[in-house]
């Protein structure tokens, strides 16, 4: 059994940085990917970041490439998404979710964390 915590959020003006945390306390598998989903109020929720377990191969959606860097620490059972530059349309919960790797979007995210509120101000 994989749990999942994530910290780190908060209020921040644009432009702003914040990290995110996500715990993680189970065994996570060499196979298995680590991503960072995010949902604001009235939209779906969307993979904004993802790395895979093992190899560290990381995947980020358009809107956040250059402003967001994910990575782990498998020493620490951790990962964590820098936000860097970040806009009011980045304001979201942002949720970690781990499953085994099939695909960023294909691979069945079984385990997720209860989510942190990013808000960007203006």
């Known amino acids: 059994q994989v749990q999942l915590v994530e910290s780190g959020g908060g209020l921040v003006q644009a432009g702003g940085s914040l990290r995110l945390t996500c715990a993680c306390s189970?065994?996570?598998?060499?196979?298995?990917?680590v991503g960072w989903f995010r949902q604001a109020p009235g939209k779906e929720r969307e993979l904004s970041a993802a790395?895979?377990?093992?190899?560290?191969?990381?995947y980020y959606t358009n809107s956040v490439k250059g402003r967001f860097t994910i990575s782990r620490d498998n020493a620490k059972n951790t990962v964590y998404l820098q936000m860097n530059s970040l806009k009011p349309e980045d304001t979201a919960v942002y949720y970690c979710?781990?499953?085994?790797?099939?695909?960023?979007?294909?691979?069945?995210?079984?385990?997720w964390g209860q989510g942190t509120q990013v808000t960007v101000s203006s």
């Open positions: 979710a781990s499953g085994f790797n099939k695909g960023w979007y294909s691979t069945n995210y079984s385990y």
């Open positions: 189970g065994r996570l598998f060499s196979g298995y990917v």
């Open positions: 790395i895979t377990w093992a190899g560290g191969t990381t």
